[in-house]
């Protein structure tokens, strides 16, 4: 069964009596995150399900989520994640989540800078410009002069002068547990990591460090050191 027939099978509700399917790979949950690794393992030559309880499929990608203010969380209208608490965005109904959009790729961007990417053809480097990836708001516009939060447990909504690699700096990855007492200082390489999808199809799991090297938006050039936490 291909990915694209599951997904049709996946938008109305399944008999009570469901049939056996044997699968190399089985992917629960219909998010963005998994059907990027759906497609991914696909790739890798092996058979996929995906296995959705709900009646939609595509999570935040096709909730409808724009870019969205910060600072002001009567603004925002919802609350921020952790490293392992979704965030929660206050729609009817409401929406959760544990990714984060790269807002630079918004096509109607409020925050137009020059700096997003507009069209696909615009996109340099796709192997490094990351679509979406691990965070604790809905979306982020990371630049190369953005600090991380000290505490990468939180994370933060204002990095920057948008609101950008603080959402994806948390230290999810790469440790026993999310990092309750992982904290940012500087100089030192920060612990833990996230996974980012990438405009080419693939995904990666990412250092902390490393998200500075990314190619989040036009002309992106990574900073020489890593800005001090805050």
Not at 202 to 230: C, E, F, G, M
């Amino acid at each position: 069964m291909t990915i694209i027939g599951l997904s049709l099978l996946l938008a109305f509700p399944m008999p009570l009596r469901a049939e056996l399917i044997e699968t190399d790979v089985c992917v629960y949950g219909a998010t963005s995150g998994g059907i990027a690794a759906a497609i991914q393992a696909a790739r890798m030559g092996k058979s996929v399900v995906i296995a959705e309880p709900g009646r939609f499929i595509g999570g935040l990608t096709t909730g409808g989520l724009g870019a969205t203010d910060i600072g002001n969380k009567a603004a925002i209208g919802g609350s921020a994640g952790t490293a392992d608490i979704a965030w929660q965005w206050s729609s009817t109904p409401l929406m959760r989540g544990s990714y984060a959009l790269n807002g630079w790729l918004y096509e109607q961007d409020p925050y137009a800078t020059g700096l997003q990417f507009k069209k696909e053809s615009a996109i340099q480097k796709p192997a490094e410009t990351p679509s979406f990836g691990d965070a604790m708001w809905v979306d982020g516009w990371p630049t190369a002069t953005d600090w991380p939060s000290r505490d990468l447990y939180a994370g933060s909504t204002s990095s920057g002068p948008i609101g950008g690699m603080g959402r994806f700096a948390i230290a999810r990855h790469g440790g026993r547990a999310p990092g309750v007492n992982a904290i940012a200082t500087a100089g030192q390489r920060m612990p833990g990591a996230v996974t980012l999808a990438y405009t080419d199809g693939h995904a990666a799991l990412v250092k902390l460090d490393d998200l500075w090297k990314q190619s989040w938006h036009r002309n992106y050039v990574p900073p020489a050191t890593i800005p001090t936490p805050r």
